[in-house]
């Protein structure tokens, strides 16, 4: 089974447009899971522009309380917390490892995004970064972190990842996406099951996540069919303006599930 892990960082990018509480990002993971969802997933940054380090504990807690709830369903819940490990800690942002100490997440999934980027859109260069994640990668494992390295589709050397002991990589998707929507996404679907072969030969798990949308979604999940996640946020909350959040949560879910 795919997992679906819905990020809430839109809603937070909402709330913040108005400087208000609401829509709360608590309540939308509430909703996202009590729809079906197995997981959530935040992207705090340093400016906080979207999720901020309060909200990374209060939807600790709301997860907390919702496994508790939940019984044996709740018990596989999963927080993910997506960020760049090198950013240091400013301002009112204590840093990215410090942010998983205080929420223990069940993945940390560590992505090389510089301040001035909208939105994540490389993956790490395994032969330059490989020696600065490795200790890294060690922390995080001993907080009892399930490590994810994000990595372009095509990477060269994504056995690199198994070497400094991450758990997982997860495929920046978003030139698949744009493929796909362009009507030939035969070689970026190639890139992509390439390197999750790759992955799988070498003891990793495969997750993806960037721009995936029900379109595309199911073309990929039939292609790599031993997919661990799928993180998907700002496709499936722009959906949610027209469907409702609970069932664009559920429709996601369906794809996921169909052979």
Known sequence: MTALSVNVNKVAVLRNS????LPDPVIAARVAV??????ITVHPRPDQRHIRVDDVSRIAAELDALRRADGARGENLEYNIEGNPFAPARGGYPGYLELVRL?????????PDGDAQLTSDHGFDLSADA??????????????CRVSLFVDAGTAEVERAAEIGADRIEIYTEPYAQAFANGDHGRALEACVSTA?????????VNAGHDLDQHNLGALKRAIPFLAE???????????IHEGLAATVRRYLAILAAP
Do not use: N
């Open 18 to 21: 108005r400087g208000h509480a």
């Open 131 to 144: 020696a600065r994640l490795a200790p890294l990668v060690g922390e995080l494992k001993a907080l009892g």
């Open 197 to 205: 072969e790759r992955a799988r030969a070498c003891g990793l798990g």
């Open 230 to 240: 799928v993180s998907i946020g700002h496709a499936l909350f722009g959906e949610a």
């Open 34 to 39: 009590e729809a079906g969802c197995h997981g």
């Open 103 to 111: 929420a223990r997440p069940a993945q940390a999934t560590l992505v």
